[in-house]
């Protein structure tokens, strides 16, 4: 187990903004930043991070926290993990007890699964550079590709012994469970019963999570079977889909979101190749099919992409499809060809950093003059075919969400092609009309298959009213995290009565802390929170306040349990809405600034809820009236219960009267 002293430097030292900046690109929004949230597909940016509170807010989902909240919902790492994975960050020296095996069994199965994959990059590194075989056979070949120890050991590439179950056997003596094994992929059980490892014979590329860990592997075979597979990867997994990640992108995180720009490439040596000529912001998608999944991860990190395509005019043409899908997610897009028989990797290994950049730079090309370039030779002097170019072009056009983007590729088409605006935007017109259509056409029948399933009884009952007593005990809550700790004049009301024995109220303004005139009010009123997490949160709040006077948010929110963290988040975070759509500077709605009235604010609330208590108490003792029975002491109750609920509607008026 992880020491408290370690947790707690781990704590001191994190930055909010620098950890989740390794994940999202943040642009500043007033004194917070914002971005796009990558718990959810969206355009808008809806994701506020404090780097004064040191919380962050995801305003799609509803999720928040601090820093290793983060890393828990984005990683779905465990509470060691996340620490570890900020110690490893900042360079903290980690100081462990040792674990029980009543702890090590508590490990779910996923933290299992992660486990082993961690273990086999270890294992596939080790056998490959400190056995004679991995020496001679693995070793050797990631020399012979060019690349440095350096960038091996970066990289985490291993090798996989040519034999049936060594990887299988080392596993399981180091007390990893078969069950595991099965399901990350790493061994195979076969029909007679035996175990053997999936990747023997291999050199191993590990393929990481944007935090670095292992989610599974992609394994090259190195001799010259022809019935086995060139690139084997592992199966998808609870922790591997690989359309949902992107090789390298560990290691590229910054430098994209640095540069704002990514290169995106196809294998995993060109990735390795290109990061150690020294261009780190790129990734591939390890052999598949660009998916919108992996766009989107790219998508948190920068609005630019630039794919390199090798100097092969089919793989172009089979490639190009991918562009549309990067439009449609309302990002830049150029491509990039290198010259005929060159690859990212050939082409980064023959080249230096300073020739490989000016290329780059030269020969990276907009979309638009990509396709034309591509496309306009097949084409030449046949209408019929620059036609069904011009309408490709047009269509990848029509993808781009912005219109005024879309206004000006038509007009750069319109150039290249020779051919008049009129006719391009009418094409477009039809295009974009036809998405429309087919989209709606799509939700219409989504529509009927769901209106065809039997709709549950809950449906057709009365919805619940909304709790207005938890929406009270959560603007008390609110008043405390926000502003307990200040100091402010309170009303005080005296009643007295003059020589003639009739009653008036005396006003007597004194200082109070916010929290003690809540915390006072309520022990007077022997107020309890219906609200169990409300309750929860009250009793932390005001137990810090009374402990030491104040309340740190980021020391406060480390000591919340989780459920607790959130709904504090939540509070926290509602009035960064405003920066995060930036209401006073583009819009000229002005923002209320609650802190110039928190007296009257916790008074009106104060006596809100009194006055809903009040009334609830008044309908419960109505319902004890009975005619078999002497009810006077009842009606007694009600009638002064009732000439309080009436005195309390005066004060309110007065207190938002006089301060809103």
Same mark, same amino acid.
């Given at each position: 187990?992880?020491?408290?002293?370690?947790?707690?430097?781990?704590?001191?030292?994190?930055?909010?903004?620098?950890?989740?900046?390794?994940?999202?690109?943040?642009?500043?929004?007033?004194?917070?930043?914002?971005?796009?949230?990558?718990?959810?597909?969206?355009?808008?940016?809806?994701?506020?991070?404090?780097?004064?509170?040191?919380?962050?807010?995801?305003?799609?989902?509803?999720?928040?926290?601090?820093?290793?909240?983060?890393?828990?919902?984005?990683?779905?790492?465990?509470?060691?993990?996340?620490?570890?994975?900020?110690?490893?960050?900042?360079?903290?020296?980690?100081?462990?007890? +040792?674990?029980?095996?009543?702890?090590?069994?508590?490990?779910?199965?996923?933290?299992?699964?992660?486990?082993?994959?961690?273990?086999?990059?270890?294992?596939?590194?080790?056998?490959?550079?400190?056995?004679?075989?991995?020496?001679?056979?693995?070793?050797?070949?990631?020399?012979?590709?060019?690349?440095?120890?350096?960038?091996?050991?970066?990289?985490?590439?291993?090798?996989?012994?040519?034999?049936?179950?060594?990887?299988?056997?080392?596993?399981?003596?180091?007390?990893?469970?078969?069950?595991?094994?099965?399901?990350?992929?790493?061994?195979?059980?076969?029909?007679?019963?035996?175990?053997?490892?999936?990747?023997?014979?291999?050199?191993?590329?590990?393929?990481?999570?944007?935090?670095?860990?292992?989610?599974?592997?992609?394994?090259?075979?190195?001799?010259?079977?022809?019935?086995?597979?060139?690139?084997?990867? &592992?199966?998808? &997994?609870?922790?591997?889909?690989?359309?949902?990640?992107?090789?390298?992108?560990?290691?590229?995180?910054?430098?994209?979101?640095?540069?704002?720009?990514?290169?995106?490439?196809?294998?995993?040596?060109?990735?390795?190749?290109?990061?150690?000529?020294?261009?780190?912001?790129?990734?591939?998608?390890?052999?598949?099919?660009?998916?919108?999944?992996?766009?989107?991860?790219?998508?948190?990190?920068?609005?630019?992409?630039?794919?390199?395509?090798?100097?092969?005019?089919?793989?172009?043409?089979?490639?190009?499809?991918?562009?549309?899908?990067?439009?449609?997610?309302?990002?830049?897009?150029?491509?990039?060809?290198?010259?005929?028989? +060159?690859?990212?990797?050939?082409?980064?290994?023959?080249?230096?950093?300073?020739?490989?950049?000016?290329?780059?730079?030269?020969?990276?090309?907009?979309?638009?003059?990509?396709?034309?370039?591509?496309?306009?030779?097949?084409?030449?002097?046949?209408?019929?075919?620059?036609?069904?170019?011009?309408?490709?072009?047009?269509?990848?056009?029509?993808?781009?969400?912005?219109?005024?983007?879309?206004?000006?590729?038509?007009?750069?088409?319109?150039?290249?092609?020779?051919?008049? +605006?009129?006719?391009?935007?009418?094409?477009?017109?039809?295009?974009?009309?036809?998405?429309?259509?087919?989209?709606?056409?799509?939700?219409?029948?989504?529509?009927?298959?769901?209106?065809?399933?039997?709709?549950?009884?809950?449906?057709?009952?009365?919805?619940?009213?909304?709790?207005?007593?938890?929406?009270?005990?959560?603007?008390?809550?609110?008043?405390?995290?926000?502003?307990?700790?200040?100091?402010?004049?309170?009303?005080?009301?005296?009643?007295?009565?003059?020589?003639?024995?009739?009653?008036?109220?005396?006003?007597?303004?004194?200082?109070?802390?916010?929290?003690?005139?809540?915390?006072?009010?309520?022990?007077?009123?022997?107020?309890?929170?219906?609200?169990?997490?409300?309750?929860?949160?009250?009793?932390?709040?005001?137990?810090?306040?009374?402990?030491?006077?104040?309340?740190?948010?980021?020391?406060?929110?480390?000591?919340?349990?989780?459920?607790?963290?959130?709904?504090?988040?939540?509070?926290?975070?509602?009035?960064?809405?405003?920066?995060?759509?930036?209401?006073?500077?583009?819009?000229?709605?002005?923002?209320?600034?609650?802190?110039?009235?928190?007296?009257?604010?916790?008074?009106?609330?104060?006596?809100?809820?009194?006055?809903?208590?009040?009334?609830?108490?008044?309908?419960?003792?109505?319902?004890?009236?009975?005619?078999?029975?002497?009810?006077?002491?009842?009606?007694?109750?009600?009638?002064?219960?009732?000439?309080?609920?009436?005195?309390?509607?005066?004060?309110?008026?007065?207190?938002?009267?006089?301060?809103?």
């Amino acid at each position: 187990m992880i020491s408290k002293n370690t947790i707690d430097t781990v704590f001191e030292t994190a930055r909010v903004e620098e950890v989740i900046g390794d994940f999202v690109q943040l642009k500043r929004a007033g004194s917070n930043l914002k971005g796009l949230s990558p718990f959810s597909n969206e355009k808008s940016p809806s994701f506020m991070v404090s780097p004064v509170k040191q919380i962050w807010k995801d305003f799609s989902s509803g999720k928040g926290g601090n820093a290793v909240a983060f890393l828990m919902e984005h990683e779905h790492f465990s509470y060691p993990e996340a620490i570890r994975y900020l110690a490893n960050k900042y360079n903290i020296e980690i100081e462990e007890t +040792e674990q029980t095996d009543e702890e090590k069994e508590q490990a779910n199965e996923k933290e299992s699964m992660y486990l082993v994959s961690d273990f086999a990059q270890k294992y596939f590194q080790d056998t490959m550079l400190n056995t004679d075989v991995g020496q001679a056979i693995g070793y050797s070949y990631f020399k012979e590709r060019g690349f440095t120890t350096d960038t091996i050991k970066k990289f985490g590439l291993g090798y996989s012994p040519e034999v049936w179950d060594a990887f299988t056997k080392e596993a399981l003596g180091k007390g990893y469970k078969q069950e595991y094994l099965e399901k990350t992929g790493f061994t195979i059980l076969k029909e007679d019963g035996r175990h053997i490892d999936r990747f023997r014979g291999r050199v191993m590329f590990p393929i990481q999570s944007m935090s670095g860990r292992v989610l599974g592997f992609g394994g090259r075979i190195l001799g010259n079977e022809k019935k086995a597979a060139k690139y084997l990867n &592992s199966p998808e &997994s609870d922790i591997y889909h690989k359309s949902k990640v992107l090789y390298g992108i560990y290691h590229a995180k910054q430098e994209i979101a640095k540069k704002d720009n990514c290169y995106l490439v196809e294998g995993y040596t060109d990735v390795i190749q290109m990061y150690q000529a020294g261009i780190e912001n790129v990734v591939a998608s390890s052999g598949t099919a660009l998916t919108p999944d992996q766009i989107r991860l790219i998508n948190r990190l920068t609005k630019n992409i630039t794919v390199l395509f090798d100097g092969d005019a089919a793989g172009l043409r089979a490639s190009i499809r991918g562009i549309d899908l990067i439009l449609e997610e309302g990002m830049n897009v150029k491509v990039c060809t290198f010259p005929e028989g +060159e690859d990212p990797d050939s082409f980064a290994k023959n080249n230096t950093h300073e020739a490989l950049v000016e290329y780059l730079d030269t020969n990276a090309k907009d979309f638009i003059q990509f396709k034309a370039s591509l496309l306009v030779d097949e084409a030449k002097d046949d209408p019929v075919k620059k036609a069904g170019l011009i309408r490709d072009m047009v269509t990848s056009i029509s993808k781009i969400p912005d219109r005024i983007q879309r206004e000006i590729y038509i007009q750069e088409c319109a150039r290249i092609m020779d051919i008049s +605006e009129q006719v391009l935007t009418s094409t477009l017109a039809q295009l974009v009309q036809k998405d429309i259509a087919d989209t709606s056409k799509k939700n219409k029948k989504e529509q009927r298959a769901k209106s065809m399933q039997p709709v549950p009884d809950e449906v057709n009952q009365p919805k619940e009213n909304i709790n207005i007593q938890d929406a009270l005990e959560r603007k008390i809550i609110e008043i405390l995290l926000l502003y307990g700790g200040t100091e402010q004049d309170f009303e005080d009301v005296y009643i007295k009565y003059d020589e003639f024995g009739k009653e008036y109220e005396e006003v007597e303004n004194k200082p109070y802390k916010v929290y003690e005139r809540i915390y006072l009010n309520l022990q007077e009123d022997e107020i309890e929170f219906t609200n169990p997490v409300f309750k929860d949160l009250y009793t932390f709040i005001v137990n810090q306040y009374l402990a030491s006077q104040e309340l740190n948010v980021e020391t406060f929110l480390n000591t919340l349990p989780q459920e607790l963290q959130y709904v504090a988040t939540d509070i926290y975070m509602q009035d960064e809405k405003y920066d995060l759509h930036e209401w006073e500077e583009k819009k000229q709605i002005p923002v209320k600034d609650k802190s110039k009235s928190i007296s009257g604010y916790t008074n009106e609330h104060i006596i809100d809820l009194r006055w809903l208590l009040l009334g609830k108490l008044v309908q419960d003792l109505k319902q004890q009236v009975s005619p078999e029975v002497d009810n006077m002491e009842i009606l007694i109750s009600v009638n002064d219960y009732n000439t309080l609920i009436n005195y309390l509607s005066r004060k309110i008026n007065r207190i938002r009267s006089a301060f809103f």
